[in-house]
């Protein structure tokens, strides 16, 4: 529709020290932090060059979320898999199997979990 954009995708997150790691392990910078009132933290991320794409909330007394069915996964473009997977290991990021293709002349895939679960794709 004329007029609309995307702005960012949301996670709720429960350790935001863990979160920030991770995502930035991935490539990410941390930009901001915004309180909401006395009941939760927003901290907004994003790769360099562009703007805040990830917003992680972090609600105080929450220690766990339902995933639930619906989730995906956030893909990024990288230009060097090896490299990158051997990168996130020295920080102790393990993909969730080895690299691999869905179909013949395909985009090379691999997961890996941040540290509330959620599922990111490189490729």
């Not at 529709?1 to 991770?22: N, Q």
């Not at 490539?27 to 932090?33: A, D, L, S, V």
Request: with cysteine; aromatic share 8%; charged share 25%.
């Amino acid at each position: 529709m004329p007029g609309m954009e995307l702005i960012h995708t949301c996670y709720r997150i429960t350790d935001p020290g863990a979160s920030v790691v991770f995502y930035e392990a991935l490539g990410f910078e941390k930009r901001r932090e915004l309180p909401i009132r006395d009941e939760a933290i927003n901290i907004f991320l994003g790769l360099p060059g562009s703007g805040d794409q990830l917003e992680l909330t972090f609600n105080f007394g929450v220690t766990s979320y339902e995933l639930g069915t619906g989730y995906g996964h956030i893909a990024l473009t990288i230009d060097d898999m090896a490299a990158t997977l051997a990168r996130l290991a020295e920080q102790g990021i393990q993909p969730e199997r080895e690299p691999y293709r869905i179909r013949e002349g395909g985009s090379l895939l691999c997961f890996v979990r941040d540290p509330d679960g959620n599922l990111t794709l490189r490729n």
